[in-house]
C-alpha cells in the first residue's frame, strides 16, 4: 500500500542553522510529491511540488527540497532557518492509479531557538 | 479574494447529534476536498469533488457525507456524531488536481469539532 513516513515527528534547530526533514514514500511508480508547511491555528500552504524533471525543486521562503528515486525519499531543506519557520511541516504524495488519493505524512513539528 | 472559507470555527456536539460544516471558495475551482487532521497525525481525505454534482469517497468517508450543488460550496455534514469525529477539519480546493496538472491546492482554516 501506499504510504509517507516523517521518521521525525519533532526537530529543534538553533536560528540560522540549516535544517533537513525527512520523507520517505512507498509507491510503485513516481509519485508527485509535495510539502506543506501549517503555522499554528492555521490550514496548510504549499512550499514546493515535484512532479518530474530536475530532482532538486526550489520553493517558498527559501526551501527546496531534493527527489532521490533509488532511496525513495523527498527531504526539504533550507540553509538558515529563521524564527518564523517554527510551524508543522508535512510531505504528502498524489497517488495517480484510479481513485484520486492524496496521502499525507504525520509531520514534522520544527522549533526554532533564538 | 477571500480564499477557502469555513464555517464554524469551534463546535462541540453531543453523541449523535448531527451538524454541517461549511466550506466555500471564490476562486471558481473545480475541485474540493474535505480532510480531518487527527492529533499527531497527518490529514486524511474524507471526501472530495471534481466538479459539480460529481462526489467521490476519500480514505475515511464512513459517518459523513457530502453534496456540491454549486462550483461555491462543499458542505459536509455529519449525521450521527461519534467521539471517533473529534478532530480538526480542512477545507481546500484547487483548479485541478494536483497531481495530474499540477494545481495547488489552497487549504481554509480549519473547523475543530468535539464530540462529547
Known amino acids: 500500500a501506499q504510504s509517507v513516513t516523517q521518521p521525525d515527528i519533532h526537530i529543534t534547530v538553533s536560528e540560522g542553522a540549516s535544517l533537513e526533514l525527512r520523507c520517505n514514500y512507498s509507491?510503485?511508480?513516481?509519485?508527485?510529491l509535495f510539502w506543506y508547511v501549517q503555522s499554528p491555528g492555521q490550514g496548510l500552504q504549499l512550499l514546493l511540488k515535484?512532479?518530474?524533471?530536475?530532482?532538486l525543486v526550489q520553493g517558498i521562503k527559501g526551501f527546496e527540497a531534493e527527489f532521490k528515486r533509488s532511496q525513495s525519499s523527498f527531504n526539504l531543506r533550507k540553509p538558515s532557518v529563521h524564527w518564523s519557520d517554527a510551524a508543522e511541516y508535512f510531505c504528502?504524495?498524489?497517488?495517480?492509479?484510479?481513485?484520486?488519493?492524496?496521502?499525507f505524512g504525520t509531520g514534522t513539528r520544527l522549533k526554532v531557538l533564538a | 479574494n477571500a480564499g477557502v472559507t469555513q464555517t464554524p470555527k469551534f463546535r462541540i456536539l453531543k453523541i449523535g447529534q448531527s451538524m454541517t460544516l461549511q466550506c466555500a471558495q471564490d476562486?471558481?475551482?473545480?475541485?474540493m476536498y474535505w480532510y480531518r487532521q487527527d492529533p499527531g497525525m497527518g490529514l486524511k481525505l474524507i471526501y472530495y469533488?471534481?466538479?459539480?454534482?460529481?462526489?467521490d469517497k476519500g480514505e475515511v468517508p464512513n459517518g459523513y457525507n457530502v453534496s456540491r450543488s454549486t462550483t461555491e460550496d462543499f458542505p459536509l455534514r455529519l449525521e450521527l456524531a461519534a467521539p471517533s469525529q473529534t478532530s480538526v477539519y480542512f477545507c481546500?480546493?484547487?483548479?485541478?488536481?494536483?497531481?495530474?496538472?499540477?494545481?495547488?491546492?489552497?487549504f481554509g482554516p480549519g473547523t475543530r469539532l468535539t464530540v462529547t
Open positions: 515535484y512532479f518530474s524533471g530536475d530532482t
Open positions: 509507491y510503485g511508480a513516481t509519485p508527485y
Open positions: 469533488s471534481v466538479g459539480a454534482g460529481i462526489t
Open positions: 476562486m471558481n475551482h473545480n475541485y
Open positions: 504528502a504524495v498524489e497517488v495517480a492509479s484510479g481513485t484520486y488519493k492524496y496521502i
Open positions: 481546500a480546493s484547487s483548479w485541478g488536481s494536483p497531481g495530474w496538472l499540477g494545481y495547488e491546492q489552497y
